[in-house]
């Protein structure tokens, strides 16, 4: 029996609640403790870093526990319930640290909390992503529900990108710290909503096992194939250069670009890069896919995002102040970013048959697994990049102002414009030089791989 539009929606739902919390807590927690609350930058970096590190162990074991969970209403949308629930309890907490607390009883509080967000984000992405084979038939169903679902996740990371500062600021009335604590609250209850409109929506129909390999098995199957760890160093690569973007854009548009109504400029600035971005995986990708091969179009993407970061740097040493000129790079940083997203999992889907023919062993969830780890790695990474940016240039208040009177090349929002976009470029230019002598997996390869399969089977 074919998926319902109400099934598709509501799943669809559920994708968009994800990743509205998933983008607040990556985008705004460095933010929130750092710039509201006063903790430590490189004590936060150390935190966001070492709970990535600990969710390489984290996502295994819980896969473990969902595979072996049996009940009346299933083994994932249990976990998916309780582990929403949680986790929007734990987000908004937060996004609540008591004004009681500060040195080290804030540092322990937002590293206990934080930790505790990503175990309960954990158990219930991965029954969320887990659960399609349950509930379809397979082949193109199975597909373009996946399709839909990871685009209605990106929207999901677009609202938030687009709404938060204009949010945070009317809902605290200019009290940030306010504001966070009621926009984590509103957001907490919007999951809780969405999820339950999935879990009650959705019934498997099949039952399904969860294959979730072990840190050793992810290593293991990415040295036995090199075209595997060759994508997932690109990925790596690129992804630290989005999240170093991400977390610092914020400091960018409040201490450099500055004024009174910065945030307006910002949440602009986003409403306009989330929009493209969304574009660009729906509509810009498969245009661009009617005239050129999947790696054309990605050496296309990363040219557009290094000439997008250095156009930047330009206007930044020219010291520009019209967010509408800002538009300009941003339009080809976002656009690049969008069609990487896309790209970097068809490469990686195409490792999988090369995998199989070259070791006889099909690695799919082995390899998929890895590729949320090392996604997560690189916001850690990318995170303890921009805490020590934030330490070494000591940004404030008067960071503008001493801008205006101080040469730029020695001012602290020098080393803020060198860190959101010359490490960018270094980090693109890296990901193109390996993809480039190491990615062999061209179209016609693909055709001819596939077909020695088919002649083994």
Known sequence: MKLSLKEKVSYGLGAVGKDMVYMLSASYILY???????????????????????DAFNDPIMGVVVAKTRTRWGKFRPWLLIGTITNAIILYFMFAAPPA??????????????ILWGVTYTMMDIPFWSMIPAFTEGGKEREGL?????SCAGVGSALITIITMACVYALGQGNERTGFQWFALIVAVLFILF?????VTIKEKSTVDVDSPSVKQMFKALVQNDQAMTVVITIVLINCALYITSNLVIYFFKYDFGGATWYNDYTLFNTFGGGIQILSMMVFFPLMRKFMSTIRVFYTSVVMAILGYAVLFVMMITNISNIWILFIPGFFVFTAFGMLT???????ANTVDYGQLKNNRRDESVIFSMQTFVVKLASGVAALIASICLTVCNLSDDTSEVAAVVDTATSSVFGLRMTMTVLPIVGLLI??????????????????????????N
Do not use: N, P, W
């Open 431 to 456: 990901a193109i030089i390996v993809f480039y002598k190491k990615y062999i997996l061209t179209e016609s390869k693909i055709e001819e791989i596939s077909q020695e399969l088919k002649k083994q």
């Open 342 to 348: 896309v790209l970097t999992t068809v490469f990686l």
């Open 101 to 114: 607390l500060d040195g080290s009883g804030l540092v322990a509080y937002a590293a206990v909390t934080y």
């Open 32 to 54: 929130y403790y750092q710039d509201i609350l006063g903790v430590s930058a490189i004590a936060m970096g150390m935190i966001l870093m070492a709970a990535r590190v600990f």
């Open 146 to 150: 996946s399709t839909l679902a990871r």
């Open 195 to 199: 999820t339950i409109i999935t879990c």
